[in-house]
């Protein structure tokens, strides 16, 4: 008897169906269905620009990424200015990052952060250019003078870009805690005089002292309350100080949307004072006679504000308070809109997404400028300086995550049925039920009968494999099987991507080359954490699958094939702060890539390695040195009887300062670090033009 005879007798037959007694095999199995076949890419009629219309590349990338005619993911550092030989290949990136040192690369591996300083000197200009045109163009009494919230991301270098690119138009910083507020009074002593310092967040007495301190380094800094109980400080403290401090109120304001991001505003706000509370605090500083240090009003709506009417409705409102703590003799001069404005993370400009907005910058700043001036007109008060915490807006675009897929798996990799086994199926339906649905409908009762008698163990597993087998070809043959492969990534979703894992947050993935093949399959990605919930299997656009490539040679880790990159775009944004170490991988390496006139258009600026096995161990209180030192001990009383010294061997190839970001090695199924070293000690921070 066949592998599959056992299952067939014991199945039940689809109602309406039974078993035939015709023993002849037909010549097609299944009528009017033609067999499977592997898909295959046909390129002949594929071009670069039908794959930036599949991934949407210019609706959400725009106008910084393009593809180019190579097929290859390019960056348009100066936005709509850049000029066709400006543009950078990120392919080249890679490949002068990842080339070992004797071949002129700076021997980096992957996963890999791409900073794009140019593109964030963009972003900076361009949000100012909106506040200026609007402004002129409302015939608005005052400036627009903003700020970034650090916490987005407080990498140095970011920081200190924004500072010194944000100088001309008095751009200045917010701090949410003590640290946020050192490196910030640190950045905007190379700034601009005018350039404000927000203090937001909780502020104990240390917080204040500082924020005082600030006021003494002649930084422009503004005390924001959260709370009511944080003046009785301030108070306290500056006239101990000697400080005459400028302070603020953010106020908790009925206007909110509903979106995930919108809970921290409204009425029931984490953060904030009612309008009781900011009446307690005009009469408090009017006892004190400090009324006049009372200078800027903020509040928040909510990250990804969808729509300009929502956010003319909040301003509108904060606006009102604005005249009404000037009608109380408060000295206001600062209007300070909070953040929310949002990028199109999906390029489908819609209004109903927590993932999409459905204005351009230039909308947004002239919906702010007008509900300000309207307001201030109706009620006789001078225009404010408009200020804002746009930190999203401005650092998402300028950062590029990069990873390959090291493997995929199979979507049919069931073992073939024989001819015998094939028949012996086909004698077992009638002519009804050889026709599509019933078909399938068959095979799936057969499948979960054969299940039923492995888990009682009158069936084999050879015998549960080859009804996998056949179930998927029935599925395959009547086009209900479901073709996506699982592509392995050289990532960790929970260190690199925190945001999707931890609430679903959705950014751009798309192979950074071959765009100008067809991609024939469609795949999730899952990374090389020991972790169920360390995959992506939801893209923009709604899809629970992406587009890819078929890879060559099944990947370039010991496959011997063409390596195959993949790119995370518009997350600049909080993923690094937020991501942590878990399974104890390291973060990416990370490069500064600015653009130059060299033959590929850019210079590799400066260079970090990934941290090492040793710095993530030393993170979690571990002793790297003092491990090292145990199991090279036990490796050489283990190595007694081994000639070739094997144990010591391997204990050396992995001493803490191996890499551990992730250089997956296909050795049956299991990763490790990799052997080479990155000596990053004298080149950390390296020069390379390309």
């Not at 499977?36 to 210019?58: E, K, V």
């Not at 990424?65 to 080249?92: C, M, W, Y």
């Not at 800094?221 to 302070?247: A, F, N």
């Not at 390695?609 to 030393?618: K, T």
């Amino acid at each position: 008897m066949p592998a599959l005879a056992c299952c067939v007798d014991a199945a039940v037959a689809p109602p309406g169906h039974h078993f035939a007694g015709d023993s002849s095999l037909p010549a097609s199995p299944f009528s009017g269905v033609p067999p499977a076949t592997t898909p295959a890419a046909d390129n002949s009629h594929w071009s670069p620009s039908l794959s930036s219309d599949l991934y949407r590349i210019d609706a959400w990338g725009g106008p910084y990424f393009t593809v180019n005619s190579s097929g290859n993911v390019a960056v348009r550092p100066h936005g709509r200015a850049t000029l066709p030989h400006q543009e950078i290949d990120l392919l080249k990136i890679v490949k002068k990052v990842s080339d070992p040192k004797p071949d002129c690369g700076l021997g980096l591996q992957l996963p890999l952060i791409v900073r794009l300083p140019d593109v964030l000197k963009n972003r900076l200009e361009s949000l100012q250019g909106a506040f200026d045109l609007a402004i002129r163009s409302h015939d608005y009494g005052s400036h627009y003078q903003g700020v970034y919230p650090v916490k987005c991301n407080q990498d140095r270098f970011v920081v200190e870009d924004i500072v010194k690119f944000g100088s001309p138009f008095r751009f200045g910083l917010e701090a949410g805690s003590k640290p946020e507020l050192l490196l910030a009074m640190s950045c905007l002593c190379k700034g601009n005089p005018d350039a404000l310092l927000i203090c937001n967040g909780f502020k104990d007495l240390e917080y204040i002292s500082l924020a005082l301190f600030a006021r003494k380094l002649a930084l422009n800094t503004v005390i924001v309350l959260e709370q009511e109980e944080e003046l009785d400080l301030v108070v306290d403290l500056s006239q101990k100080l000697g400080v005459r401090p400028v302070v603020g109120v953010r106020a908790k304001l009925k206007t909110k949307h509903s979106g995930h991001f919108g809970s921290t505003s409204g009425e029931k706000g984490k953060f904030g004072l009612t309008t009781t509370q900011i009446l307690r605090v005009v009469k408090k500083l009017d006892k004190l006679g400090m009324l006049d240090c009372f200078q800027l009003l903020h509040f928040h709506i909510g990250s990804q504000i969808p729509s300009t009417d929502l956010l003319a409705d909040g301003v509108s409102e904060a606006a009102q308070i604005y005249c009404e703590l000037v009608r109380l003799g408060a000295h206001m001069k600062v209007l300070d809109i909070g953040g929310g404005l949002g990028i199109d993370y999906d390029g489908s400009k819609s209004s109903n997404s927590d993932i999409s907005v459905s204005y351009s910058l230039e909308e947004y700043a002239s919906a702010v400028v007008q509900a300000v001036r309207n307001v201030c007109e109706r009620r006789s008060v001078k225009h404010p300086v408009i200020c804002s915490e746009s930190g999203r807006a401005l650092v998402s675009h300028h950062s590029v995550l990069i990873f390959e897929a090291v493997s995929s798996s199979a979507c049919d990799d069931a073992p073939p049925m024989s001819a015998y086994e094939l028949q012996y199926f086909i004698e077992g339906l009638t002519e009804e039920a050889r026709e599509y649905e019933a078909c399938l409908t068959y095979a799936d009762v057969l499948k979960q009968r054969c299940v039923e008698q492995f888990k009682e163990g009158s069936v084999g597993i050879e015998q549960l494999a080859t009804v996998d087998g056949l179930c998927d070809m029935v599925s395959k043959a009547i086009g209900a099987f479901d073709p996506v492969r699982t592509y392995h990534v050289n990532l960790s979703v929970f260190t690199s991507i925190p945001d999707f894992w931890g609430i679903g947050q959705m950014f751009p993935i798309v192979p950074i080359h071959r765009l100008d093949q067809r991609p024939a399959m469609r795949g999730v990605l899952s990374d090389l954490t020991c972790d169920s919930d360390g995959k992506i299997d939801k893209f923009i656009g709604g899809e629970s699958s992406l587009p890819l490539h078929e890879l060559e040679g099944n990947g370039g880790n010991n496959g011997g094939g063409q390596k195959y990159y993949l790119g995370m775009f518009l997350g600049g944004a909080y993923q690094e702060a937020l991501g942590g170490v878990h399974n104890l991988f390291g973060g990416p390496s990370i490069v500064r890539v600015s653009q130059s006139d060299g033959p590929h258009s850019f210079a590799v600026t400066r260079a970090v390695p990934g941290p090492s096995c040793g710095d993530v161990l030393r993170v979690m209180q571990h002793e790297p040195e003092l491990m090292f030192e145990t199991l090279k001990h036990r490796a050489e009383e283990c190595g007694q009887g081994d000639d070739g010294g094997m144990a010591s061997a391997a204990v050396a190839t992995t001493s803490p300062a191996s890499s551990c970001s992730m250089s997956a090695m296909n050795n049956h199924g299991f990763y490790y670090c990799s052997e080479d070293d990155y000596d990053g000690v004298e080149e950390q921070w390296s020069y390379c033009c390309a």
